[in-house]
Protein backbone atom coordinates (compact mmCIF):
# COMPACT_ATOMS: atom_id res chain seq x y z
CA UNK A 1 0.00 0.00 0.00
CA UNK A 2 2.86 2.42 0.47
CA UNK A 3 4.17 1.60 -2.91
CA UNK A 4 0.70 2.49 -4.65
CA UNK A 5 0.27 5.27 -3.14
CA UNK A 6 4.17 6.17 -3.11
CA UNK A 7 3.28 6.00 -6.92
CA UNK A 8 -0.16 7.91 -7.33
CA UNK A 9 1.41 10.74 -5.04
CA UNK A 10 3.95 11.31 -7.38
CA UNK A 11 2.18 11.07 -10.87
CA UNK A 12 -0.56 13.47 -9.56
CA UNK A 13 2.26 15.68 -7.51
CA UNK A 14 0.14 15.30 -4.42
CA UNK A 15 3.32 14.91 -2.33
CA UNK A 16 3.07 13.47 1.09
CA UNK A 17 4.49 11.43 3.39
CA UNK A 18 4.01 8.30 1.42
CA UNK A 19 6.32 9.87 -1.14
CA UNK A 20 9.51 9.87 1.00
CA UNK A 21 8.37 6.11 1.96
CA UNK A 22 8.10 4.79 -1.17
CA UNK A 23 11.44 6.88 -2.72
CA UNK A 24 13.40 5.58 0.48
CA UNK A 25 12.72 2.29 1.06
CA UNK A 26 12.66 1.84 -2.54
CA UNK A 27 16.17 3.26 -2.95
CA UNK A 28 17.23 0.74 -0.26
CA UNK A 29 15.63 -2.42 -1.52
CA UNK A 30 16.51 -2.10 -5.57
CA UNK A 31 20.23 -1.11 -4.65
CA UNK A 32 20.43 -4.45 -2.21
CA UNK A 33 18.66 -6.46 -5.24
CA UNK A 34 20.86 -5.30 -7.87
CA UNK A 35 24.30 -5.45 -5.65
CA UNK A 36 23.13 -8.39 -4.38
CA UNK A 37 22.91 -10.26 -8.31
CA UNK A 38 25.58 -7.89 -9.88
CA UNK A 39 27.81 -6.99 -7.50
CA UNK A 40 30.57 -6.47 -10.53
CA UNK A 41 28.72 -3.62 -12.23
CA UNK A 42 28.97 -1.47 -8.77
CA UNK A 43 32.33 0.89 -8.38
CA UNK A 44 34.97 -0.51 -5.67
CA UNK A 45 33.65 2.27 -3.55
CA UNK A 46 30.67 0.16 -2.69
CA UNK A 47 32.13 -2.71 -2.15
CA UNK A 48 33.94 -3.88 1.54
CA UNK A 49 36.96 -5.29 2.10
CA UNK A 50 35.64 -8.48 1.40
CA UNK A 51 34.74 -7.50 -2.55
CA UNK A 52 30.93 -7.66 -1.69
CA UNK A 53 28.32 -5.05 -1.34
CA UNK A 54 26.64 -3.37 1.46
CA UNK A 55 23.14 -4.81 1.17
CA UNK A 56 19.95 -2.83 2.96
CA UNK A 57 17.48 -5.83 3.05
CA UNK A 58 16.91 -5.75 6.70
CA UNK A 59 16.61 -1.49 6.59
CA UNK A 60 13.89 -1.84 4.00
CA UNK A 61 12.03 -4.12 6.09
CA UNK A 62 12.44 -2.79 9.53
CA UNK A 63 11.58 0.59 7.98
CA UNK A 64 8.62 -0.68 6.46
CA UNK A 65 8.00 -2.16 10.18
CA UNK A 66 7.81 0.31 11.94
CA UNK A 67 5.42 2.33 9.49
CA UNK A 68 3.20 -0.15 9.60
CA UNK A 69 3.35 -0.12 13.51
CA UNK A 70 3.12 3.52 13.15
CA UNK A 71 -0.19 3.21 11.39
CA UNK A 72 -1.52 0.46 13.34
CA UNK A 73 -1.48 2.67 16.55
CA UNK A 74 -3.27 5.37 13.89
CA UNK A 75 -6.34 2.86 13.74
CA UNK A 76 -6.35 2.35 16.83
CA UNK A 77 -6.21 5.62 18.12
CA UNK A 78 -9.08 6.39 15.39
CA UNK A 79 -11.36 3.38 16.90
CA UNK A 80 -10.75 5.07 20.36
CA UNK A 81 -11.43 8.53 19.65
CA UNK A 82 -15.00 6.90 17.83
CA UNK A 83 -15.56 5.58 20.93
CA UNK A 84 -18.22 8.41 21.18
CA UNK A 85 -20.36 6.78 18.42
CA UNK A 86 -20.08 3.69 19.73
CA UNK A 87 -21.19 4.61 23.03
CA UNK A 88 -24.41 6.08 21.32
CA UNK A 89 -24.62 2.94 18.91
CA UNK A 90 -24.56 1.28 22.41
CA UNK A 91 -27.98 3.07 23.33
CA UNK A 92 -30.38 1.78 20.77
CA UNK A 93 -32.37 -0.33 21.15
CA UNK A 94 -32.74 -3.89 19.12
CA UNK A 95 -36.17 -4.69 19.72
CA UNK A 96 -39.67 -2.78 21.09
CA UNK A 97 -43.14 -4.02 22.22
CA UNK A 98 -45.88 -3.31 19.64
CA UNK A 99 -49.22 -2.71 20.78
CA UNK A 100 -51.42 -4.39 17.96
CA UNK A 101 -55.67 -5.13 18.25
CA UNK A 102 -55.17 -4.53 22.66
CA UNK A 103 -52.05 -7.23 22.63
CA UNK A 104 -48.44 -7.01 23.19
CA UNK A 105 -45.74 -8.56 20.99
CA UNK A 106 -41.85 -8.27 20.39
CA UNK A 107 -40.64 -6.77 17.27
CA UNK A 108 -36.92 -5.68 15.64
CA UNK A 109 -36.71 -2.03 15.74
CA UNK A 110 -36.12 -1.98 12.50
CA UNK A 111 -39.88 -3.01 11.86
CA UNK A 112 -41.39 -0.18 13.41
CA UNK A 113 -43.32 2.00 11.65
CA UNK A 114 -44.74 5.55 11.85
CA UNK A 115 -47.76 5.80 13.28
CA UNK A 116 -47.46 2.07 15.77
CA UNK A 117 -48.19 2.38 19.32
CA UNK A 118 -45.45 1.01 21.09
CA UNK A 119 -45.36 -0.13 24.75
CA UNK A 120 -42.60 0.46 27.24
CA UNK A 121 -42.02 -0.91 30.48
CA UNK A 122 -39.87 0.11 33.28
CA UNK A 123 -36.22 0.34 32.79
CA UNK A 124 -36.80 0.20 29.15
CA UNK A 125 -35.02 1.69 26.37
CA UNK A 126 -37.07 4.06 24.29
CA UNK A 127 -36.78 2.27 20.78
CA UNK A 128 -37.60 5.58 18.38
CA UNK A 129 -38.83 9.31 18.63
CA UNK A 130 -42.57 9.87 19.83
CA UNK A 131 -45.26 11.07 21.71
CA UNK A 132 -46.84 9.04 25.04
CA UNK A 133 -50.64 8.38 24.28
CA UNK A 134 -51.26 6.97 27.24
CA UNK A 135 -49.25 6.47 30.88
CA UNK A 136 -46.62 8.60 32.72
CA UNK A 137 -42.72 7.98 33.54
CA UNK A 138 -39.80 9.96 34.58
CA UNK A 139 -37.34 9.27 31.60
CA UNK A 140 -33.61 9.70 32.12
CA UNK A 141 -32.09 11.60 29.11
CA UNK A 142 -28.84 11.93 30.57
CA UNK A 143 -26.99 10.14 27.47
CA UNK A 144 -28.96 13.24 25.10
CA UNK A 145 -28.94 16.03 27.07
CA UNK A 146 -26.06 15.48 29.67
CA UNK A 147 -28.88 16.44 32.15
CA UNK A 148 -28.37 13.49 35.28
CA UNK A 149 -31.98 14.65 36.59
CA UNK A 150 -34.88 12.78 35.69
CA UNK A 151 -37.67 14.73 33.51
CA UNK A 152 -40.90 13.63 34.22
CA UNK A 153 -43.22 12.81 31.05
CA UNK A 154 -47.07 12.47 30.93
CA UNK A 155 -49.70 11.98 27.98
CA UNK A 156 -48.96 14.36 25.31
CA UNK A 157 -44.75 14.87 26.16
CA UNK A 158 -41.75 13.88 23.26
CA UNK A 159 -39.61 11.22 24.06
CA UNK A 160 -36.58 10.20 22.62
CA UNK A 161 -35.06 7.01 21.56
CA UNK A 162 -31.88 5.69 23.50
CA UNK A 163 -33.37 7.38 26.55
CA UNK A 164 -34.60 4.96 29.71
CA UNK A 165 -37.86 4.74 30.82
CA UNK A 166 -37.83 4.67 34.92
CA UNK A 167 -40.01 2.73 37.33
CA UNK A 168 -43.74 3.44 35.26
CA UNK A 169 -44.86 1.84 31.99
CA UNK A 170 -46.42 3.53 29.38
CA UNK A 171 -47.47 3.53 25.43
CA UNK A 172 -46.31 6.07 22.97
CA UNK A 173 -46.71 6.73 19.24
CA UNK A 174 -43.72 6.17 16.88
CA UNK A 175 -43.53 9.46 15.00
CA UNK A 176 -39.35 9.59 13.97
CA UNK A 177 -37.75 6.28 13.30
CA UNK A 178 -34.45 4.38 11.63
CA UNK A 179 -32.49 7.33 10.79
CA UNK A 180 -34.93 10.13 11.66
CA UNK A 181 -34.36 10.14 15.03
CA UNK A 182 -32.74 12.29 17.33
CA UNK A 183 -30.24 9.78 18.32
CA UNK A 184 -29.49 8.65 14.12
CA UNK A 185 -29.15 12.15 13.54
CA UNK A 186 -26.64 12.47 16.64
CA UNK A 187 -24.52 9.67 15.59
CA UNK A 188 -24.25 10.70 11.60
CA UNK A 189 -23.76 13.72 12.39
CA UNK A 190 -20.43 12.93 15.17
CA UNK A 191 -19.58 10.62 12.27
CA UNK A 192 -19.41 13.16 9.37
CA UNK A 193 -17.89 15.63 11.79
CA UNK A 194 -14.98 13.58 12.54
CA UNK A 195 -14.73 12.95 9.09
CA UNK A 196 -13.82 16.54 7.82
CA UNK A 197 -11.55 18.55 7.41
CA UNK A 198 -10.58 21.95 9.13
CA UNK A 199 -9.13 24.76 7.42
CA UNK A 200 -6.14 24.63 9.05
CA UNK A 201 -5.49 20.97 7.73
CA UNK A 202 -4.79 23.22 4.19
CA UNK A 203 -2.02 24.87 6.19
CA UNK A 204 -0.48 21.15 6.89
CA UNK A 205 -1.14 20.18 3.15
CA UNK A 206 0.52 23.19 1.26
CA UNK A 207 3.63 22.64 4.01
CA UNK A 208 3.40 18.62 2.86
CA UNK A 209 3.66 20.02 -0.87
CA UNK A 210 6.75 22.36 -0.53
CA UNK A 211 7.99 19.81 2.22
CA UNK A 212 8.77 16.81 0.29
CA UNK A 213 10.60 17.96 -3.04
CA UNK A 214 12.83 20.34 -0.44
CA UNK A 215 13.69 16.83 1.38
CA UNK A 216 14.16 15.04 -2.01
CA UNK A 217 16.64 17.61 -2.84
CA UNK A 218 18.53 17.42 0.94
CA UNK A 219 18.84 14.15 -0.08
CA UNK A 220 20.59 14.49 -3.04
CA UNK A 221 22.60 16.60 -1.89
CA UNK A 222 23.38 14.65 1.08
CA UNK A 223 24.65 11.96 -1.77
CA UNK A 224 26.73 14.08 -3.32
CA UNK A 225 28.47 15.92 -0.53
CA UNK A 226 29.40 12.26 1.35
CA UNK A 227 30.24 11.27 -1.83
CA UNK A 228 33.00 13.76 -2.83
CA UNK A 229 34.02 15.02 0.16
CA UNK A 230 33.42 11.88 2.89
CA UNK A 231 35.34 8.87 4.29
CA UNK A 232 36.12 5.46 2.54
CA UNK A 233 33.61 3.86 1.12
CA UNK A 234 32.01 7.67 0.61
CA UNK A 235 29.70 6.06 -1.80
CA UNK A 236 28.11 3.69 0.56
CA UNK A 237 27.82 6.62 3.51
CA UNK A 238 26.28 8.93 1.35
CA UNK A 239 23.58 6.40 -0.16
CA UNK A 240 23.19 5.45 3.21
CA UNK A 241 22.75 8.77 4.73
CA UNK A 242 20.46 10.07 1.84
CA UNK A 243 18.23 7.25 2.50
CA UNK A 244 17.85 8.33 6.35
CA UNK A 245 17.40 11.86 5.28
CA UNK A 246 14.18 10.46 3.22
CA UNK A 247 12.91 8.47 6.11
CA UNK A 248 13.13 10.55 8.83
CA UNK A 249 11.51 13.75 7.01
CA UNK A 250 8.38 11.56 6.23
CA UNK A 251 5.90 13.57 7.64
CA UNK A 252 3.46 10.55 9.13
CA UNK A 253 2.32 12.91 11.69
CA UNK A 254 1.73 16.10 9.92
CA UNK A 255 -1.25 13.96 8.28
CA UNK A 256 -2.26 13.00 11.75
CA UNK A 257 -1.97 16.42 13.51
CA UNK A 258 -5.37 17.74 12.44
CA UNK A 259 -7.57 14.92 12.01
CA UNK A 260 -6.63 13.07 15.38
CA UNK A 261 -7.50 16.79 17.48
CA UNK A 262 -10.58 16.76 15.60
CA UNK A 263 -12.44 13.42 16.11
CA UNK A 264 -11.62 13.43 19.82
CA UNK A 265 -13.19 16.96 20.14
CA UNK A 266 -15.95 15.73 18.33
CA UNK A 267 -16.36 12.81 20.23
CA UNK A 268 -15.94 14.81 23.30
CA UNK A 269 -18.36 17.10 22.36
CA UNK A 270 -20.98 14.59 21.38
CA UNK A 271 -20.60 13.27 24.83
CA UNK A 272 -21.42 16.47 26.69
CA UNK A 273 -24.79 17.51 24.11
CA UNK A 274 -22.49 19.53 21.74
CA UNK A 275 -23.32 18.04 18.07
CA UNK A 276 -20.50 19.85 15.77
CA UNK A 277 -21.40 19.22 11.66
CA UNK A 278 -18.08 19.95 10.82
CA UNK A 279 -14.34 20.46 10.99
CA UNK A 280 -14.67 23.77 10.08
CA UNK A 281 -17.50 24.91 12.39
CA UNK A 282 -14.85 23.37 15.16
CA UNK A 283 -12.34 25.49 14.45
CA UNK A 284 -13.70 29.03 13.84
CA UNK A 285 -15.92 28.61 16.71
CA UNK A 286 -12.96 29.65 18.86
CA UNK A 287 -12.64 32.95 16.70
CA UNK A 288 -16.01 34.42 17.30
CA UNK A 289 -15.96 38.30 17.88
CA UNK A 290 -20.32 38.36 17.85
CA UNK A 291 -22.55 36.27 19.23
CA UNK A 292 -26.20 37.03 17.90
CA UNK A 293 -29.16 35.18 20.11
CA UNK A 294 -32.75 34.68 19.44
CA UNK A 295 -34.69 35.69 22.84
CA UNK A 296 -37.40 32.81 22.72
CA UNK A 297 -36.62 29.14 23.20
CA UNK A 298 -32.79 30.14 23.02
CA UNK A 299 -32.38 32.78 26.19
CA UNK A 300 -35.77 32.27 27.55
CA UNK A 301 -37.69 28.89 28.64
CA UNK A 302 -38.90 28.56 24.95
CA UNK A 303 -42.25 27.67 27.24
CA UNK A 304 -44.33 30.49 27.47
CA UNK A 305 -47.43 30.27 29.17
CA UNK A 306 -50.55 32.42 29.38
CA UNK A 307 -50.94 34.54 31.99
CA UNK A 308 -54.51 36.79 30.99
CA UNK A 309 -56.35 37.87 28.27
CA UNK A 310 -58.20 41.05 28.00
CA UNK A 311 -61.05 41.57 25.90
CA UNK A 312 -62.69 45.23 25.34
CA UNK A 313 -66.02 43.18 25.10
CA UNK A 314 -65.04 41.76 28.18
CA UNK A 315 -66.28 38.88 26.64
CA UNK A 316 -63.28 36.63 26.94
CA UNK A 317 -64.19 33.12 26.01
CA UNK A 318 -64.95 33.74 22.17
CA UNK A 319 -61.67 35.68 22.55
CA UNK A 320 -59.61 32.85 23.61
CA UNK A 321 -61.21 30.00 21.41
CA UNK A 322 -60.52 32.51 18.36
CA UNK A 323 -57.04 32.79 18.96
CA UNK A 324 -56.51 29.05 20.06
CA UNK A 325 -58.36 27.95 17.06
CA UNK A 326 -56.43 29.76 15.19
CA UNK A 327 -52.70 29.11 17.00
CA UNK A 328 -53.33 25.33 16.55
CA UNK A 329 -52.02 25.81 13.01
CA UNK A 330 -48.35 27.36 14.39
CA UNK A 331 -45.33 25.94 15.46
CA UNK A 332 -44.12 28.89 18.08
CA UNK A 333 -43.89 28.51 21.26
CA UNK A 334 -46.10 31.38 21.66
CA UNK A 335 -48.98 29.88 19.59
CA UNK A 336 -48.69 26.30 21.77
CA UNK A 337 -48.95 28.45 25.05
CA UNK A 338 -52.40 29.85 23.49
CA UNK A 339 -53.17 26.21 22.50
CA UNK A 340 -52.71 25.08 26.00
CA UNK A 341 -54.23 27.54 27.51
CA UNK A 342 -57.46 27.05 25.60
CA UNK A 343 -57.25 23.04 26.39
CA UNK A 344 -57.56 23.76 29.92
CA UNK A 345 -60.35 25.92 29.78
CA UNK A 346 -62.06 22.91 27.89
CA UNK A 347 -61.94 25.50 24.92
CA UNK A 348 -63.58 23.51 21.70
CA UNK A 349 -60.93 24.68 18.58
CA UNK A 350 -62.59 25.13 15.83
CA UNK A 351 -61.58 24.70 11.57
CA UNK A 352 -59.14 27.53 10.17
CA UNK A 353 -59.24 26.85 6.08
CA UNK A 354 -57.19 29.84 5.62
CA UNK A 355 -54.97 30.09 8.21
CA UNK A 356 -51.76 32.37 7.11
CA UNK A 357 -48.48 32.28 9.44
CA UNK A 358 -46.50 35.72 8.74
CA UNK A 359 -43.35 35.46 9.54
CA UNK A 360 -42.37 38.29 12.18
CA UNK A 361 -45.61 39.09 12.80
CA UNK A 362 -48.48 36.91 13.70
CA UNK A 363 -50.81 34.67 12.42
CA UNK A 364 -54.34 35.41 10.60
CA UNK A 365 -57.12 33.42 9.42
CA UNK A 366 -61.21 33.01 9.32
CA UNK A 367 -62.77 31.45 12.30
CA UNK A 368 -66.59 31.39 12.77
CA UNK A 369 -66.76 33.27 9.55
CA UNK A 370 -64.87 36.17 11.32
CA UNK A 371 -61.09 37.65 10.38
CA UNK A 372 -59.14 37.02 13.58
CA UNK A 373 -55.65 38.62 13.27
CA UNK A 374 -53.19 37.59 16.43
CA UNK A 375 -49.57 39.55 17.00
CA UNK A 376 -47.27 42.31 17.14
CA UNK A 377 -48.36 45.92 16.39
CA UNK A 378 -46.96 45.40 13.18
CA UNK A 379 -49.53 42.93 12.14
CA UNK A 380 -52.09 45.46 12.95
CA UNK A 381 -50.68 48.21 11.10
CA UNK A 382 -50.56 45.50 7.90
CA UNK A 383 -54.20 45.01 8.46
CA UNK A 384 -54.81 48.89 9.11
CA UNK A 385 -56.75 48.27 13.01
CA UNK A 386 -56.07 51.49 14.91
CA UNK A 387 -55.01 51.25 18.28
CA UNK A 388 -56.35 53.52 20.99
CA UNK A 389 -53.78 55.39 23.37
CA UNK A 390 -55.57 53.94 25.97
CA UNK A 391 -55.40 50.51 24.78
CA UNK A 392 -51.46 50.90 23.62
CA UNK A 393 -50.85 52.43 27.38
CA UNK A 394 -52.38 48.95 28.98
CA UNK A 395 -49.91 47.00 26.80
CA UNK A 396 -46.69 48.82 27.65
CA UNK A 397 -47.15 48.68 31.33
CA UNK A 398 -47.32 44.64 30.97
CA UNK A 399 -44.42 44.53 28.07
CA UNK A 400 -42.41 46.75 30.58
CA UNK A 401 -43.04 44.24 33.06
CA UNK A 402 -40.96 41.53 30.76
CA UNK A 403 -43.81 40.18 29.47
CA UNK A 404 -45.15 39.34 25.71
CA UNK A 405 -48.42 41.00 24.57
CA UNK A 406 -50.14 39.86 21.43
CA UNK A 407 -52.52 42.14 19.96
CA UNK A 408 -56.07 40.41 18.58
CA UNK A 409 -58.15 41.99 16.37
CA UNK A 410 -61.25 40.90 14.91
CA UNK A 411 -62.39 41.85 11.51
CA UNK A 412 -59.77 44.39 11.11
CA UNK A 413 -60.99 45.94 14.67
CA UNK A 414 -58.83 45.62 17.82
CA UNK A 415 -60.44 43.57 20.12
CA UNK A 416 -58.14 42.56 22.76
CA UNK A 417 -55.00 41.34 23.90
CA UNK A 418 -53.28 38.27 25.65
CA UNK A 419 -50.04 38.06 27.92
CA UNK A 420 -47.46 35.71 27.71
CA UNK A 421 -44.60 35.05 29.88
CA UNK A 422 -41.69 32.74 29.36
CA UNK A 423 -39.19 32.51 32.16
CA UNK A 424 -35.24 33.23 31.82
CA UNK A 425 -32.95 29.56 31.69
CA UNK A 426 -31.23 29.62 34.73
CA UNK A 427 -27.89 29.32 32.28
CA UNK A 428 -28.87 32.12 30.58
CA UNK A 429 -27.54 35.03 32.54
CA UNK A 430 -24.26 33.28 33.91
CA UNK A 431 -23.24 31.70 29.93
CA UNK A 432 -23.92 35.34 28.50
CA UNK A 433 -21.53 36.87 31.24
CA UNK A 434 -19.04 33.94 30.69
CA UNK A 435 -19.22 35.18 27.02
CA UNK A 436 -18.54 38.72 27.79
CA UNK A 437 -15.65 38.30 29.52
CA UNK A 438 -13.92 36.08 26.73
CA UNK A 439 -14.87 39.55 24.35
CA UNK A 440 -17.28 38.33 22.81
CA UNK A 441 -20.09 41.20 22.07
CA UNK A 442 -23.68 39.42 22.62
CA UNK A 443 -26.38 41.24 20.81
CA UNK A 444 -30.24 39.97 21.06
CA UNK A 445 -32.52 40.32 18.17
CA UNK A 446 -35.91 39.17 18.65
CA UNK A 447 -38.93 40.17 17.27
CA UNK A 448 -40.95 41.23 20.20
CA UNK A 449 -41.47 44.45 20.91
CA UNK A 450 -39.08 46.91 22.07
CA UNK A 451 -40.44 47.42 26.01
CA UNK A 452 -40.09 43.52 26.82
CA UNK A 453 -36.68 43.09 24.88
CA UNK A 454 -35.46 45.66 26.77
CA UNK A 455 -36.65 44.02 29.97
CA UNK A 456 -35.26 41.18 29.46
CA UNK A 457 -32.02 42.54 28.04
CA UNK A 458 -31.66 44.67 31.08
CA UNK A 459 -31.88 41.40 33.11
CA UNK A 460 -29.13 39.88 31.44
CA UNK A 461 -27.12 42.88 31.35
CA UNK A 462 -26.73 43.28 27.49
CA UNK A 463 -25.34 46.14 26.11
CA UNK A 464 -27.44 45.78 22.47
CA UNK A 465 -30.36 44.55 21.89
CA UNK A 466 -32.40 44.70 18.46
CA UNK A 467 -36.68 44.72 18.94
CA UNK A 468 -39.45 43.78 16.45
CA UNK A 469 -36.83 42.19 14.00
CA UNK A 470 -38.10 40.06 11.49
CA UNK A 471 -36.23 37.58 9.95
CA UNK A 472 -34.77 39.35 6.70
CA UNK A 473 -33.42 41.69 9.67
CA UNK A 474 -31.68 38.84 11.56
CA UNK A 475 -30.04 38.38 8.34
CA UNK A 476 -29.18 42.12 7.52
CA UNK A 477 -27.75 42.39 10.59
CA UNK A 478 -25.19 39.30 10.81
CA UNK A 479 -24.00 41.11 7.13
CA UNK A 480 -23.76 43.85 8.21
CA UNK A 481 -21.11 42.53 10.75
CA UNK A 482 -19.19 39.92 8.74
CA UNK A 483 -18.97 43.44 6.39
CA UNK A 484 -16.83 45.15 9.26
CA UNK A 485 -15.13 41.66 9.49
CA UNK A 486 -16.29 40.31 12.42
CA UNK A 487 -16.78 36.54 12.98
CA UNK A 488 -20.44 36.26 13.65
CA UNK A 489 -22.19 33.16 15.97
CA UNK A 490 -25.98 33.09 15.62
CA UNK A 491 -27.66 31.27 18.41
CA UNK A 492 -31.73 30.75 17.42
CA UNK A 493 -34.42 27.87 17.47
CA UNK A 494 -37.16 28.63 15.40
CA UNK A 495 -37.76 28.53 11.81
CA UNK A 496 -37.50 32.20 11.50
CA UNK A 497 -33.72 31.91 12.53
CA UNK A 498 -33.08 29.29 10.07
CA UNK A 499 -31.84 31.91 7.43
CA UNK A 500 -30.09 33.61 9.98
CA UNK A 501 -28.15 30.35 10.83
CA UNK A 502 -27.26 29.42 7.55
CA UNK A 503 -26.00 32.97 7.07
CA UNK A 504 -23.62 33.21 10.40
CA UNK A 505 -20.06 32.50 10.33
CA UNK A 506 -21.37 29.63 12.64
CA UNK A 507 -24.63 28.60 13.49
CA UNK A 508 -26.10 27.66 16.80
CA UNK A 509 -29.35 25.75 16.98
CA UNK A 510 -31.00 24.89 20.43
CA UNK A 511 -31.65 21.04 20.13
CA UNK A 512 -35.04 22.03 21.82
CA UNK A 513 -36.65 23.95 19.00
CA UNK A 514 -37.27 22.83 14.99
CA UNK A 515 -35.79 20.17 12.94
CA UNK A 516 -35.55 23.39 10.16
CA UNK A 517 -33.29 25.32 12.83
CA UNK A 518 -31.20 22.69 13.74
CA UNK A 519 -30.19 21.54 9.89
CA UNK A 520 -29.40 25.27 8.61
CA UNK A 521 -26.75 25.49 11.90
CA UNK A 522 -23.06 24.13 11.90
CA UNK A 523 -23.50 23.28 15.91
CA UNK A 524 -26.61 21.90 17.80
CA UNK A 525 -26.73 22.23 21.55
CA UNK A 526 -28.79 18.99 22.65
CA UNK A 527 -29.41 20.46 25.75
CA UNK A 528 -30.58 23.57 24.41
CA UNK A 529 -29.10 26.40 26.64
CA UNK A 530 -26.60 29.15 26.23
CA UNK A 531 -24.10 27.91 28.46
CA UNK A 532 -23.47 25.37 25.55
CA UNK A 533 -22.24 27.58 24.00
CA UNK A 534 -19.21 28.38 26.24
CA UNK A 535 -18.30 25.28 26.52
CA UNK A 536 -18.37 24.82 22.91
CA UNK A 537 -16.21 28.00 22.80
CA UNK A 538 -13.57 26.06 25.23
CA UNK A 539 -13.20 22.99 23.22
CA UNK A 540 -13.01 24.98 20.55
CA UNK A 541 -9.90 27.03 21.74
CA UNK A 542 -8.67 23.44 23.04
CA UNK A 543 -8.55 21.74 19.98
CA UNK A 544 -6.91 24.60 17.86
CA UNK A 545 -4.16 24.70 20.45
CA UNK A 546 -3.75 20.51 20.79
CA UNK A 547 -3.97 21.23 16.77
CA UNK A 548 -0.59 23.74 17.12
CA UNK A 549 1.22 21.36 19.57
CA UNK A 550 0.70 18.23 17.28
CA UNK A 551 1.74 20.59 14.43
CA UNK A 552 4.88 21.40 16.83
CA UNK A 553 4.98 17.47 17.29
CA UNK A 554 5.83 16.76 13.54
CA UNK A 555 8.10 19.40 12.80
CA UNK A 556 10.13 18.95 15.15
CA UNK A 557 11.31 15.77 15.15
CA UNK A 558 11.88 16.80 11.11
CA UNK A 559 13.73 19.60 11.80
CA UNK A 560 16.16 18.36 14.29
CA UNK A 561 16.34 14.63 12.60
CA UNK A 562 17.45 15.77 9.06
CA UNK A 563 20.41 17.62 9.16
CA UNK A 564 21.65 14.55 11.82
CA UNK A 565 20.28 12.18 8.86
CA UNK A 566 22.38 14.28 6.43
CA UNK A 567 25.49 13.24 8.66
CA UNK A 568 25.98 17.06 10.22
CA UNK A 569 27.36 15.51 13.67
CA UNK A 570 29.67 12.92 12.22
CA UNK A 571 33.06 15.21 11.22
CA UNK A 572 32.87 16.37 15.40
CA UNK A 573 31.44 13.47 17.16
CA UNK A 574 31.49 10.83 14.55
CA UNK A 575 27.66 10.19 14.97
CA UNK A 576 25.69 8.92 12.02
CA UNK A 577 21.99 8.32 12.01
CA UNK A 578 20.95 4.66 10.41
CA UNK A 579 17.79 4.06 8.09
CA UNK A 580 16.44 1.42 10.62
CA UNK A 581 16.94 4.64 13.93
CA UNK A 582 15.40 7.00 11.10
CA UNK A 583 12.46 5.24 11.07
CA UNK A 584 11.85 4.81 14.73
CA UNK A 585 12.32 8.46 14.87
CA UNK A 586 9.51 9.10 12.31
CA UNK A 587 7.55 6.88 14.31
CA UNK A 588 7.88 8.71 17.66
CA UNK A 589 6.57 11.79 15.95
CA UNK A 590 3.54 9.74 14.85
CA UNK A 591 2.81 8.91 18.61
CA UNK A 592 3.57 11.48 19.99
CA UNK A 593 0.81 12.95 18.14
CA UNK A 594 -1.50 10.23 19.09
CA UNK A 595 -0.47 10.30 22.46
CA UNK A 596 -1.52 14.45 22.57
CA UNK A 597 -4.44 14.25 20.56
CA UNK A 598 -6.65 11.95 23.43
CA UNK A 599 -5.22 14.20 26.20
CA UNK A 600 -8.22 16.36 25.06
CA UNK A 601 -10.48 13.34 25.88
CA UNK A 602 -9.88 14.11 29.55
CA UNK A 603 -10.78 17.78 28.93
CA UNK A 604 -12.98 19.23 31.43
CA UNK A 605 -16.43 21.20 29.70
Known amino acids: ?18 T ?67 ALLKL ?12 DRTISIHDIKKGDLLRVKPGEKIPVDGKI ?150 ENMNKIDVLITDKTGTITEGKPTVEKIYAIDNNKDILLQNIASLNQHSEHPLAQAVVKFAKAKNQQLLEVPDFEAVAGKGVLGTVNNSKIALGNKKLMEQINASVSDDFESKITAEQNLGKTVSYIAVNNIIAGYVTITDAIKVNSAKAIKDLIDQGVEVIMLTGDNKNT ?53 IGIAMGTGTDVAIESAKITLVKGDLNGIVKAKKLSYSVMKNIKQNLFFAFIYNVLGIPIAAGILYPVFGILLSPMLAALAMSLSSVSVIVNALRLRNLNL
Open 92 to 103: APTEATLVENRT
Open 133 to 282: TSGESSIDEAMITGEPIPVDKKTGDTVISGTINGNKSFVMIAEKVGSETLLSQIIQMVNDASRSRAPIQKLADRVAKYFVPTVVAISILTFILWAKFGPEPSYIYGLINAIAVLIIACPCALGLATPMSVMVGVGKGAQHGILIKNAEAL
Open 1 to 18: MFFVRAYKSIITWNLNMF
Open 453 to 505: AKAVADQLHLSSFKADCLPEDKLREIERLQAEGKVVAMAGDGINDAPALAKAD
Open 20 to 86: LIGIGTSVAFLFSVAGMFFPDLFPSEFKSHHGTIHLYFEAASVIITLVLLGQLLEAKAHGQTNGAIK
